[in-house]
T-cell receptor
């Protein structure tokens, strides 16, 4: 079966750095998305990786290792507004999106 | 402004009373889909459509129907709602399912079936 694993919940301090991991086992791979979702709201696009390596976009960076079936989202200089769930999603060989259950990130002052 | 609009945003209904959740996008996207989101389970795809008159089952299609008569609209139909369909529903659209196509989500519809 296809599976995406993310930690259920993480806690971090305002101003700090946090890394949210995502591991996947899917039938094929055609890219990986990270989305941010505030409680009760729609997910919004953060990043897309299809090649190995690090993609940096302001305070957020996303890393991919296809050989390890692994990605992480790195958030720097955490702000209270970063409190949200972070969803990892993989495009499989049939170009269908497989979603992880999401990681709830709690930021403390 | 690029938008995916779904209605109603909030609905409480009774078991067995047919309801339709509408979804419309203004981006001329070919691909549209419906998800439900339940605590601890993440987003689960109900149905998707690659283009007009083309629809396919997702992971959890039981109890739902869809139609795609026009490119912009993709309504979700619950013919006989049951309490286990109480959930948060999202409509989404994108240019396609190929690599890198960003998915745009509607604001969500909170549905309670009593």
């Amino acid at each position: 079966g296809q599976n995406i694993d993310q930690p259920t919940e993480m806690t971090a301090t305002e101003g700090a750095i946090v890394q949210i991991n995502c591991t996947y086992q899917t039938s094929g791979f055609n890219g990986l998305f990270w989305y941010q979702q505030h409680a009760g709201e729609a997910p919004t696009f953060l990043s897309y990786n299809v090649l190995d390596g690090l993609e940096e976009k302001g305070r957020f960076s996303s890393f991919l290792s296809r050989s390890k079936g692994y990605s992480y989202l790195l958030l720097k200089e955490l702000q209270m507004k970063d409190s949200a769930s972070y969803l990892c999603a993989v495009i499989d060989s049939n170009y269908q999106l497989i979603w992880g259950a999401g990681t709830k990130l709690i930021i403390k002052p | 402004e690029a938008q995916v609009t779904q209605n109603p945003r909030y609905l409480i209904t009774v078991t067995g009373k047919k309801l339709t959740v509408t979804c419309s996008q203004n981006m001329n996207h070919e691909y549209m889909s419906w998800y439900r989101q339940d605590p601890g389970l993440g987003l689960r795809q109900i149905y998707y459509s690659m283009n007009v008159e083309v629809t396919d089952k997702g992971d959890v299609p039981e109890g739902y129907k869809v139609s795609r008569k026009e490119k912009r609209n993709f309504p979700l139909i619950l013919e006989s709602p049951s309490p286990n369909q109480t959930s948060l529903y999202f409509c989404a659209s994108s240019t396609g399912t190929g690599a890198g196509n960003t998915i745009y989500f509607g604001e969500g519809s909170w549905l309670t079936v009593v």
